[in-house]
Nanobody, 121 residues
């Protein structure tokens, strides 16, 4: 019932910037928390950044001060602005959204397709 479509990944040099977008679409839903996860080669998938329906944000320590998560509730879209990118930021980035659907009312987590971010040295 809900689809998440990601965009904005790519190849950048160290120190560069990218902005990821993830748009949710469907019927009879509302989005609560949204997040960006990432998975680098040889590492577990980690929560990079999250944002609640009220706009409270959290970041993994390694991206604090460099990444900013934001959302546009009117567009059902979450963004991840990534500045001062480092090679260790290289990963597949996955959008996650917790949705409340109707009817019946139920909570379902959705994932985007993943977008590759590669940061060259």
């Amino acid at each position: 019932q809900v689809q998440l479509v990601e965009s904005g990944g790519g190849l950048v040099q160290a120190g560069g910037s990218l902005r990821l977008s993830c748009a949710a679409s469907g019927n009879n839903f509302r989005i609560n928390d949204m997040a960006w996860y990432r998975q680098a080669p040889g590492k577990q998938r980690e929560l990079a950044a999250s944002i609640t329906s009220g706009g409270s944000t959290n970041y993994v320590e390694s991206v604090k001060g460099r990444f900013t998560i934001s959302r546009d509730n009117a567009k059902n879209t979450v963004y991840l602005q990534m500045n001062s990118l480092k090679p260790e930021d290289t990963a597949v980035y996955y959008c996650n959204a917790n949705a409340v659907l109707s009817w019946p009312t139920r909570r379902v987590a959705y994932w985007g397709q993943g977008t590759q971010v590669t940061v060259s040295s």
